[in-house]
């Protein structure tokens, strides 16, 4: 198992793996998967306003985490978050997350963030996302919620 930063070449792999995160994930299933609109997004990310590491065994992407900072709504403070972190169901006991995390602090650090925040609301494996965050020095602060809007 290895990670790496990934480059826009790494993008159809990116866009086979966040399908498969979007069929498994409860919350995200009934939404729709703009392939283009993911295509910006991870140019953007790629070519500089973040990074996305990706883990692979035997050159197939496994799993991924993108990885973007901002300031903090009340100060200057540089805050790290992650956009998404997906590994696939058959390598979740593997490596891959814990490698996965380990890049995104370090790139957090290298970043000169002052925190790093990041969740789950996937609903998939919550219990055992929250360990694996526990696991590296976070606390859990809170709770998410979401509300789909409809409009007419």
């Known amino acids: 198992m290895q990670v790496r930063v990934a480059t826009l070449g790494d993008?159809?792999?990116i866009i086979q793996?966040?399908?498969q995160f979007i069929l498994e994930a409860p919350n995200y299933s009934n939404r729709e998967l703009?392939?283009?609109s993911l295509t910006k997004n991870l140019q953007a990310v790629i070519n500089g306003s973040g990074a996305?590491?990706?883990a692979e065994r035997?050159?197939?992407?496994v799993g991924g985490i993108v990885c973007l900072t901002s300031k903090d709504w009340f100060n200057d403070e540089l805050i790290a978050f992650e956009q998404v972190f997906y590994v696939d169901p058959k390598f979740r006991s593997s490596?891959?997350?814990f490698l996965l995390l380990e890049a995104f602090i370090r790139w957090s650090k290298l970043m000169k963030a002052n925190r790093i925040q990041?969740?789950?609301t996937t609903k998939i494996n919550t219990k055992g996302c929250l360990r694996l965050y526990e696991r590296f020095g976070f606390r859990e602060y809170g709770v998410v919620f979401d509300?789909?809007?409809k409009h007419e």
């Open 11 to 13: 993008v159809p792999a």
């Open 17 to 19: 793996i966040a399908r």
């Open 34 to 36: 703009s392939e283009e």
């Open 52 to 54: 996305v590491v990706l």
């Open 58 to 61: 035997q050159s197939k992407v």
């Open 95 to 97: 490596r891959a997350p």
């Open 118 to 120: 990041c969740g789950t």
């Open 147 to 149: 509300m789909e809007l």
